[in-house]
């Protein structure tokens, strides 16, 4: 099985000549797979361009998203500050009724 030099070498010039020198068709063949290759590189690039120019306003509406339901949370509390601060003061005047009428009762049963 083993070749020598001398085998090889003749084996390679008896290599018929449209095999060894392709003609222009397969050039055209071999510089179109080059262009799309090169194509299909840059495709990537494309892509990773358009997806860093959407970053900022996708980073903005983020930011204009979590403003607004921060803005309503704070409603919310504010809200819920100003129902409790009603309720507490609604629940002092309610005991302070209790209070003087339990005192009137008092007086007029005379305790």
């Known amino acids: 099985l083993r070749t020598s030099f001398k085998d090889q070498r003749r084996d390679i010039t008896n290599i018929p000549s449209h095999i060894a020198q392709p003609d222009s068709h397969h050039a055209g063949d071999r510089t179109n797979l080059l262009t799309h290759t090169a194509e299909q590189t ?3 690039n494309v892509v990773e361009a358009k997806v860093l120019n959407h ?3 996708w980073i903005e509406i983020q930011l204009l998203e979590n403003s607004v339901h921060q803005q309503a949370g704070e409603r919310v509390a504010v809200a819920d500050l ?3 601060d009603y309720l507490d003061k609604n629940r002092k005047i309610i005991i302070s009724t209790a209070v003087s009428t339990l005192r009137g009762r008092d007086l007029i049963n005379g305790v």
């Open 42 to 44: 840059r495709n990537p």
């Open 55 to 57: 970053t900022p306003l």
């Open 82 to 84: 100003r129902l409790a």
